[in-house]
C-alpha cells in the first residue's frame, strides 16, 4: 500500500519535481490596458526567447488579452516567425527610436492572431545601439517610443537579443517583468549570474518596478538524465521563480516559424501548442497574485 501512494504522489509531480498545480482559465477584463511589459531576456542565443515571445503572447491573445509584441532584435526572427519579411518593411522599430516624427502606429502591423499586433524589426536596429550612446536619457527611449500604446494594451512582449548591451538595458528599464528562458543544457546554466546581475542594477538604478516573472526551461527532453538534471539543478537555484510549465522539444516548433505563425494556430492541438497555453495561464496567475490588472 505504501508503495502505491508514492507512486500516486510521483504521478502529481511535474517536471521541475514539484506538485503540479492545475492553473484555471482566468476571467475576462472589464477593461483593457494599461499594458504590462515584459522583457524576453537572455543574452545566450538560441534558448527559445522568440519562440516564448510569439507564442505566449498569442496564447494570452486566446486568453481575450490586448497584445503587441515587440521585435527588439536586428536579426529580425520575431517578424519572420510571424510571416513578415524583414526586407520589405518600410517603417520599423529603429525608425521609431531615431526618428522624430514616427508614431509606433506608423510601424505596428496586424498580424494573423486576433488580438496580436507586431513592431517589427530588422537590421538597421543594429545601428540604433551606436546612435543612442549619444544620446541623453539613453536608457529610456524605448520607454518613450512606447508610451503612447500602453493604454491601447494588456500585455506588451519584447523579444530582446541575444546580448547585455544598450538595446537590452532599454528593454529592462521600460519593463515591469522579465521572463527568462532557459535551455535544459549545461552551458545554458553558465551566463544566468551575469545577466540576473544586470536585472539587479537596472533595477537599483533605472527601474524599481523591474521585477523577475519567472525562469522557463525550454527545449526538455525527459528522456535525458542530462536535461533532467539540468532542470533539477534550475528548480534548486531558483525555486519559486522557475514556472511550473515546461516546453519540451517537438519539431512543430520550427515547423511553425518556416509557416509564420505560432504553434497555436499552425497546430492547435499540438503538445506544443497546450505548453503555451499551459504558460499564458500560469503567467496570468503570477501576474493575477501579485496584484497586477492584467492577471484578471
Known sequence: MATRTLEADAAELGPTGRPRPVFADPGPLEAHGPARIVAVCNQKGGVGKTTTTINLGAALAEQGRRVLLVDFDPQGALSVGLGIQPH??????????????????????????HGMDLMPSNIDLSGAEVQLVHEVGREYVLGSALEPVVADYDVIMIDCQPSLGLLTINALACAQGVLIPLECEYFAMRGVALLM????KVSRRLNPKLEIDGLLATMYDSRTLHTREVLANIVNG????VFHTVINRTVRFPDATVAGEPITRFDSGSMGASYYRELAREVLERWRQTGDGRGG
Do not use: Q, S
Not at 516624427?101 to 510601424?107: A, E, R
Not at 546581475?197 to 539587479?200: F, G, L, M, S, V
Not at 531558483?238 to 521563480?241: L, Q
Open 88 to 113: 520589405d518593411i518600410e517603417a520599423t522599430v529603429y525608425n521609431l527610436l531615431m526618428e522624430r516624427g514616427t508614431t509606433p502606429h506608423d510601424v505596428l502591423i496586424k498580424t494573423r492572431v
Open 197 to 200: 546581475e544586470t536585472i539587479d
Open 238 to 241: 531558483f525555486g519559486d521563480k
